[in-house]
């Protein structure tokens, strides 16, 4: 049975590589796209939650301006995005293993600022005595 695991195990890695050897050149890698995806997903987040909060009728920024700002920040374009989602989708290992890596990057992220939270600010670190 250990033998079987490993020999599929080898089989989705060498998967893996070869698709990721015929990847077109305008396909953003994980690490490019993680965190373009994380900004996205939490664009989305704010904009419902700010969408059925807010009532006020000043003009809101919409969504696709908020995902401009992302593009913008990441030096990508709408096209890459999408594009590249595209690939991920019709790769489903790569797509787990990007849906993998941003869950990571964001509990990251998450716990990262939770600890900056956290820490007082302004208060020097307490002195060991020395005896």
């Known amino acids: 049975m250990n033998c079987f695991r490993t020999i599929l195990f080898f089989c989705v890695l060498i998967m893996?590589?070869?698709?990721?050897?015929?990847?077109?050149?305008?396909?953003?890698?994980?690490?490019?796209?993680?965190?373009?995806?994380?900004?996205i997903l939490n664009a989305d987040y704010?904009?419902?939650?700010?969408?059925?909060?807010?009532?006020?009728?000043?003009?809101?920024?919409?969504?696709?301006?908020?995902?401009?700002?992302?593009?913008?920040?990441?030096?990508?374009?709408?096209?890459?995005?999408?594009?590249?989602?595209?690939?991920?989708?019709?790769?489903?290992?790569?797509?787990k293993v990007l849906i993998d890596s941003v869950e990571a990057y964001g509990t990251r992220k998450k716990n990262k600022s939770l600890i900056n939270k956290q820490k007082p600010e302004n208060q020097s670190p307490k002195s060991i005595p020395v005896e």
């Open 16 to 39: 893996c590589f070869c698709s990721s050897c015929n990847k077109d050149k305008s396909v953003l890698s994980i690490q490019e796209y993680k965190p373009i995806f994380w900004e």
């Open 46 to 95: 704010l904009f419902q939650q700010t969408a059925n909060q807010d009532t006020i009728k000043k003009k809101k920024p919409s969504k696709q301006e908020f995902y401009q700002r992302i593009f913008k920040e990441h030096k990508t374009t709408k096209e890459q995005f999408y594009y590249t989602y595209h690939y991920y989708q019709m790769h489903p290992l790569e797509m």
